[in-house]
């Protein structure tokens, strides 16, 4: 027999005979109750949190080494709506033999089912998911028995098993108003080997099916050396929602004691938006249940007083990091929309500012091309910055991908806008902004109908500017231009906003507060087809109230006896209105014309 042969079967010799040694050791010293506790004394250290296992805990030898346990629960925050922050029903280690010879326990793989999770944070902004101030008063914890064993060793051993399955797993979300989001995990599932982890998720999230998959660097090798050496970590994963992938391929590095470094690439041919519903269904069944739980909202968001919503946006949790995003995608889909296509972005990364330089997109042979800026994430009043010009769009083209049976075609349109805003919700950012928008429309034939379903500011206006719109069945708009600028969230429209139809012609004056969303509009209208019988309708209308509540009214300086008979019966009540004293006053001969101001002035480079 050689040499070589006899090294090999001493070695097998060798590894069988520590294999014994350690299922012998697990026999002997390793008993349910003191793995109970110094699983729970470890959890308690690493967490603060208390650790109950209330069904048996078992330990079977062949064909390796394995621990198992029913029923165990996590202990919550004390602030928390529920005593139990973790709930789990099986739990399934298979312990390593040879770490055992020096007393040391580690997983090589873990499988959980029936696990249920509830994240919750409070008015505060506190989280019951962060467990430093429950570390800081859990006593220290040391198990003796044949030895020590340091608690805070298993818990980092625990970090670097080797697989780990989760099946039928829920997890519910309550934020800060109380509004309840459960998200339930089919399976998930990580598997080490060598520096890759293969990585494979199947999960409802608020109705929408979701499947992640892929390879990601390790794990466990990410954990050891965070903060310890210049770690880095690629990413080759493929999200699929509703039959379409979006690809996500690059790499993050981790230097020790710096921020972390982000370098991908996310690219699709075709991809929709995920639409992540709001169910009104009833509360979720238990994961235990036949059928799998809904995704749902317990309660509904309160009705903001305000258009533009005063919830708050969580800018301060997108993670800080360095590098740059790149976004590729050919077309994507919106929820009941037409898709956009050639998404195509860059995103800079730089700690608590992100800046976009480039956004482009197509809509038919309409093209955007826009910029951003979004700094301070992590302040209470983060900034924005954004501009853009539009070419080639056309209302047609906008409307029938927001909705296919609107009745509008044409509408050569142009839009640049150049605009910062600072505030931590869509409110204070309107409020707070400070800039000028331009947009344009020409030529475009459009369905009374459709106008009735623009929302009560749009319709209120509409009917406002164009009181005998009702009588007739469409609209043809020769041009409209809407110069808006904008002063600390305060629109003044000197005559900046004007229309042209075959029937009438419109101004517009007057001031709308988005700190309050105040309307005061003056709505000087031209009749100009004869069909009021020469009738003047110039200074008859203003605007008041809220864009959230229009209301319109009468100009006492233009009021005319006959505006229920030309339509106006809406501003009235159906009640003729005396106007012995009215007189006429002369519109703009020109709305658009003189509206209209340098596409430069707005987004340099723009004709």
């Given amino acids: 027999m050689s040499k070589s042969i006899k090294i090999i079967i001493s070695a097998l010799g060798g590894i ?21 506790k110094l699983l729970s004394s470890s959890v308690k250290a690493s967490t603060g949190r208390d650790l109950k296992i209330n069904g048996p805990v078992r330990l079977s030898f062949f064909p390796g080494i394995s621990v198992s346990a029913e029923r165990l629960s996590l202990s ?77 060793t298993v818990g980092n051993n625990l970090i670097y098993m080797d697989s780990i399955s989760i099946m039928n797993a829920q997890i519910q979300y309550q ?54 050496a210049l770690t880095r970590f690629p990413l080759d994963l493929a999200l699929n929602m509703n039959g379409k992938s979006l690809l996500i391929k690059g790499e993050i ?42 995704a749902t909202r317990q309660a509904q968001k309160p009705q903001s007083r305000y258009v533009f919503s005063d919830e708050t946006i969580p800018f301060d949790s997108i993670p800080q990091a360095k590098g740059k995003i790149v976004v590729d995608i050919a077309e994507l889909g919106f929820p009941k929309r037409k898709p956009i296509e050639n998404l195509q972005a860059t995103l800079h990364l730089d700690g608590s500012s992100i800046d976009i330089p480039n956004i482009s997109f197509q809509m038919g042979k309409g093209t955007a091309n826009l910029q951003m800026n979004l700094s301070k994430t992590n302040t209470a009043n983060p900034m924005l910055m954004a501009k853009g010009v539009t070419k080639d769009f056309t209302l047609e083209n906008l409307l029938a991908r927001l909705d296919p049976s609107s009745r509008v075609s044409g509408g050569d349109m142009k839009l640049a806008f150049d605009i910062t805003a600072s505030g931590n919700s869509l409110h204070q950012l309107a409020a707070n902004s400070s800039g000028k928008i331009q947009l344009s429309i020409n030529q475009a034939r459009m369905g009374t109908n459709f106008l009735n379903d623009a929302g009560d500011f749009v319709v209120t206006l509409l009917d406002s500017m164009n009181p005998i719109r009702k009588k007739t069945s469409d609209t043809v708009l020769e041009c409209a231009v809407a110069y808006l600028p904008i002063n600390n969230g305060q629109i003044n429209i000197a005559n900046t906003v004007g229309l042209e139809t075959d029937r009438l012609d419109a101004v517009l004056a007057g001031s709308i507060n988005l700190k309050t969303e105040a309307v005061n509009l003056m709505i000087d209208p031209r009749e100009k087809s004869g069909l009021t019988s020469g009738l003047d309708l110039a200074g008859l209308v203003k605007m008041g109230g809220t864009l959230s509540n229009p209301k319109a009214g009468i100009n006492q300086a233009g009021v005319v006896n006959s505006a229920v008979s030309i339509g106006l019966g809406f501003l009235t009540g159906g009640v003729s209105i005396l106007a012995e004293n009215a007189r006429s006053m002369t519109s703009k ?19």
């Fill in 589 to 607: 001969s020109h709305p658009c014309r003189d509206a209209l101001h340098p596409w430069a002035d707005i987004y340099p480079g723009a004709k």
């Fill in 175 to 228: 934020d800060a108003a109380n509004l309840i989001s459960t998200y339930q995990i089919k399976r998930l599932s990580l598997a080490e080997g060598g520096d890759k982890t293969v990585f494979s998720l199947g999960m409802q999230a608020q109705g929408q099916a979701i499947e992640l998959s892929g390879k990601t660097g390790s794990l466990s090798g990410l954990f050891k050396q965070w903060d310890v």
């Fill in 76 to 152: 919550n925050a004390s602030w928390a709506s529920n005593p139990e922050m973790l709930t789990l029903q099986h739990i399934e280690l298979d312990v390593k033999a040879l770490p055992l010879l020096s007393k040391r326990i580690e997983i090589g793989s873990m499988k959980l089912a029936g696990l249920e999770l509830l994240l919750q944070r409070n008015s505060s902004g506190k989280a019951n998911w962060d467990m430093s101030a429950d570390i800081s008063t859990a006593a220290p914890a040391s198990i003796s028995s044949n030895g020590n064993a340091d608690a805070s």
């Fill in 253 to 294: 590095i981790k230097p020790p004691k710096a921020m972390l470094s982000i370098n991908l690439a996310v690219s699709s041919k075709s991809f929709d938006w995920p639409t992540l519903d709001v169910a009104t269904n009833p509360a979720p069944q238990t994961v235990g249940g036949t059928q799998p739980a809904p």
């Fill in 16 to 36: 069988i005979l520590l294999l014994i040694l350690g299922a012998w050791y697990a026999a002997s010293t390793v008993d349910p109750v003191l793995l109970t």
